[in-house]
T-cell receptor, first 112, second 113 residues
Framework: QKEVEQDPGPLSVPEGAIVSLNCTYS??????FMWYRQYSRKGPELLMY????GNKEDGRFTAQVDKSSKYISLFIRDSQPSDSATYLC????????????FGAGTRLAVHP | DVKVTQSSRYLVKRTGEKVFLECVQDMDHENMFWYRQDPGLGLRLIYF???????EKGDIPEGYSVSREKKERFSLILESASTSQTSMYLCASSPQHRSYEQYFGPGTRLTVT
């Protein structure tokens, strides 16, 4: 079983739609949950991170962590063509020297 | 702005050649990382370093080595390149105790023929 599973998509939505991106994981010891966005031919950039359970909101983006279900989500409201990118979830045991475990990424296309 | 730069965007090498990939960060970060990214496999950690001259193996270190002689510079070395090492290579850095906050370079697309 992979440590983190992420549907690769692609996901195609019309502009203005609400997008839901998800990952499941197997190790209950993970404490930090991140979403990275990667535009074509660029390196990933950190979008949001959440420590432990709960929700975190940043503008049109909301990250949600459900540790009981080992399930994390990223919601994008009022999606824009500029949101078209690959979204990678990542998990970390702690903030220290531990490595990140990345999902395979979900490719999102928002069409006008 | 955090800046992570990588020496080449595209590189073509022959099987058996020794390949050097350079990464430089300008934010005084303690941690630096080398990943490779392949379709369907996501990012896989090759090596990381949490201090000058310190290195730790990641998930797929075979066929690679690293060097960190200065805090801002982290080099990935392919001792004898093989076609299986054709991939996108990404370097990242993060502050100490905040490994979740990684800043990535633009990547080097390496093709080994």
């Amino acid at each position: 079983q992979k440590e983190v599973e992420q549907d690769p998509g692609p996901l195609s939505v019309p502009e203005g739609a609400i997008v839901s991106l998800n990952c499941t994981y197997s190790n209950s010891a993970f404490q930090y949950f991140m979403w990275y966005r990667q535009y074509s031919r660029k390196g990933p950039e950190l979008l949001m991170y959440t420590y432990s359970s709960g929700n975190k909101e940043d503008g049109r983006f909301t990250a949600q962590v459900d540790k009981s279900s080992k399930y994390i989500s990223l919601f994008i409201r009022d999606s824009q063509p500029s949101d078209s990118a690959t979204y990678l979830c990542a998990l970390c045991l702690s903030g220290g020297y531990n490595k990140l475990i990345f999902g395979a990424g979900t490719r999102l296309a928002v069409h006008p | 702005d955090v800046k992570v730069t990588q020496s080449s965007r595209y590189l073509v090498k022959r099987t058996g050649e020794k390949v050097f990939l350079e990464c430089v960060q300008d934010m005084d970060h303690e941690n630096m990382f080398w990943y490779r990214q392949d379709p369907g496999l996501g990012l896989r950690l090759i090596y990381f370093s949490y201090d000058v001259k310190m290195k730790e193996k990641g998930d797929i270190p075979e066929g690679y080595s690293v060097s960190r002689e200065k805090k801002e510079r982290f080099s990935l070395i392919l001792e004898s390149a093989s076609t299986s090492q054709t991939s996108m290579y990404l370097c990242a850095s993060s502050p100490q105790h905040r490994s979740y906050e990684q800043y990535f370079g633009p990547g080097t697309r390496l093709t080994v023929t």
